[in-house]
Nanobody
Framework: QVQLVESGGGLVQPGGSLRLSCAASGRTFLEYVVYWFIQPPGKEREFVSSIGRSGSILYADSVKGRFTISRDNAENTVYLQMNSLKPEDTAVYYC???????????????WGKGTLVTVSS
């Protein structure tokens, strides 16, 4: 089992920044690709970014150039630095872990409970 706990969400003005953290415990963290998904109100979960076991990184087109994902394997933590935030980034942000490279929420093995990010003036 892998337990994932997100933190760092909150209210931020448009153009502002937040850093989300995903702390993992349980089975070997290094075995998993770690993902961030968002779930806007009334919509399904959407892929945001992923970081692989060897550090390979993918981003959704909507966040390229604004968000940066990183992982600290010694601390079993993955970060999502979010800059130039827009109102449309408002969503619950979920951390997830899986063993395949995919953009589908249905392929994840483990999920955190999510952290709410609200971008509003």
């Amino acid at each position: 089992q892998v337990q994932l706990v997100e933190s760092g969400g909150g209210l931020v003005q448009p153009g502002g920044s937040l850093r989300l953290s995903c702390a993992a415990s349980g089975r070997t963290f290094l075995e998993y690709v770690v993902y961030w998904f968002i779930q806007p109100p009334g919509k399904e979960r959407e892929f945001v970014s992923s970081i692989g076991r060897s550090g390979s990184i993918l981003y959704a087109d909507s966040v390229k150039g604004r968000f940066t994902i990183s992982r600290d394997n010694a601390e079993n933590t993955v970060y999502l630095q979010m800059n130039s935030l827009k109102p449309e980034d408002t969503a619950v942000y979920y951390c997830a872990a899986g063993q395949t490279y995919t953009r589908s929420a249905y392929d994840m093995d483990y999920w955190g409970k999510g952290t709410l990010v609200t971008v509003s003036s």
